[in-house]
């Protein structure tokens, strides 16, 4: 049961806790009250943290006896519109990488920026696994050659492209995880249906964070396509039970640097 701590003396009963909160279980203040979980209430809360974010003093912590450390968050300077659509659309899906391996340092710095993305009903469903030896990587990746066989000839979509990939596969060349140091594979449990799209948002907050540390991401399609239904790589990721995975993202450091930003597809957009 979450619970909500409220500073007397920092706060100023501006009411905006109570307004922001999603739930509707915070009550307003007035100059003899503080701000409070309504009674009986408190299992509503979902520890989604707006009324701390959005109290200007920082009366407001949720979950205090946690040890949770009260951050500051952006002061919208810095970062231009400018800045932030240059960054965006410099993004890359990276197929060339160098042998240097990412740390686990780094790699840790990257998902504790995605244990911020949105979830539905702030349920942060994700949880995560790092394939960090290259060797295992190549694994996955023949493990993945071995499921494309098994399509050869059947109505699965991917049969009329798996020759090909077999075949460049077979000449040595790594089609499938196109020689990436790691592997970033988020897992969720197979009930929530919700966390699909939750993992989702999460893996896209990998891809964007990633180029700020100098790692080059590329989403493992064929990867994905084949841990849904291949029990050799069930077997391999060995995940707790109850629980799959959802997607993959190939990653490490870029060989190559890029310099502009190609075209996309004009925007369509429909005003109502």
């Known amino acids: ?160 492209f798996v020759p090909g990939l077999i075949s460049g596969w077979e000449a040595g060349i790594d089609v499938i995880c196109r020689g990436a140091p790691h592997l970033l594979i988020p897992h969720i449990e197979e009930k929530n249906q919700m966390a699909y799209t939750d993992g989702i948002i999460a893996l896209t907050h990998a891809d964007l964070a990633a180029p700020a540390f100098g790692v080059g991401m590329c989403w493992a399609g064929f990867v994905a396509a084949a841990s849904g239904s291949y029990a050799p790589l069930m077997e391999l990721y060995n995940l707790p039970s109850g629980r799959i995975p959802l997607y993959a993202l190939m990653f490490g450091y870029p060989k190559y640097k890029p310099y502009h930003i190609p075209e996309r597809k004009k925007l369509q957009v429909i005003w109502h």
């Open 1 to 160: 049961m979450m619970t909500v701590s409220v500073e007397s003396d920092s706060c100023t009963r501006c009411g905006i806790c109570s307004t922001i909160c999603p739930m509707g279980i915070i009550t307003p203040a007035d100059k003899d009250t503080l701000p409070g979980i309504i009674p009986g209430m408190e299992s509503s809360c979902i520890a989604c943290g707006q009324c701390e974010a959005f109290c200007k003093t920082g009366a407001i912590v949720v979950d205090k006896g946690s040890g949770h450390v009260v951050q500051k968050a952006w002061d919208g300077s810095g970062i231009t519109p400018a800045l932030l659509d240059t960054y965006m659309k410099s993004r890359r899906s990276i197929r060339q990488f160098k042998n240097d391996p990412v740390s686990r340092e780094t790699i840790l710095a990257i998902l504790d920026i995605c244990r911020y993305a949105a979830s539905g009903c702030n349920g942060q469903p994700v949880e995560w696994l790092v394939i960090h030896k290259p060797e295992e990587v190549h694994r996955i990746a023949e493990l993945t050659i071995e499921w494309m066989r098994t399509l050869v000839n059947t109505d699965h979509p991917l049969s009329p």
